[in-house]
């Protein structure tokens, strides 16, 4: 069964910074490409950052250099920082992983960013 279970959301002020995890379980981690998307309230899904198998890594213009994708193969985990959050970056963010061979895509649940004064 697989999983991905995201951890990190929380309530910060703008300017501030957040670190969001994701664990994986069940995939072949080290054969799938680990994406960040978020959804704001009345807005479509969108991707924010994504890193490949190989750690080559893509950003959103709305978050390049402020936030860094990285991953840890051998704890199944893949970060998100975000530093200088604005109100804008509020949204659920969720993890996904897609497999390199077959393209099956996999979602977590999500955890909430609010960013307010």
């Known amino acids: 069964q697989v999983q991905l279970v995201e951890s990190g959301g929380g309530l910060v002020q703008p300017g501030g910074s957040l670190r969001l995890s994701c664990v994986a379980s069940?995939?072949?981690?080290?054969?799938?490409?680990m994406d960040w998307h978020r959804q704001a309230p009345g807005k479509e899904r969108e991707l924010v950052a994504e890193?490949?198998?190989?750690?080559?890594?893509n950003y959103a213009d709305s978050v390049k250099g402020r936030f860094t994708i990285s991953r840890d193969n051998a704890k199944n985990t893949v970060y998100l920082q975000m530093n200088s959050l604005k109100p804008e970056d509020t949204a659920i963010y969720y993890c996904?992983?897609?497999?390199?061979?077959?393209?099956?895509?996999?979602w977590g649940q999500g955890t909430q960013v609010t960013v307010s004064s």
């Open positions: 069940g995939i072949s981690f080290g054969f799938n490409a």
């Open positions: 996904s992983a897609q497999n390199n061979f077959s393209g099956r895509r996999f």
């Open positions: 890193i490949t198998s190989t750690g080559t890594t």
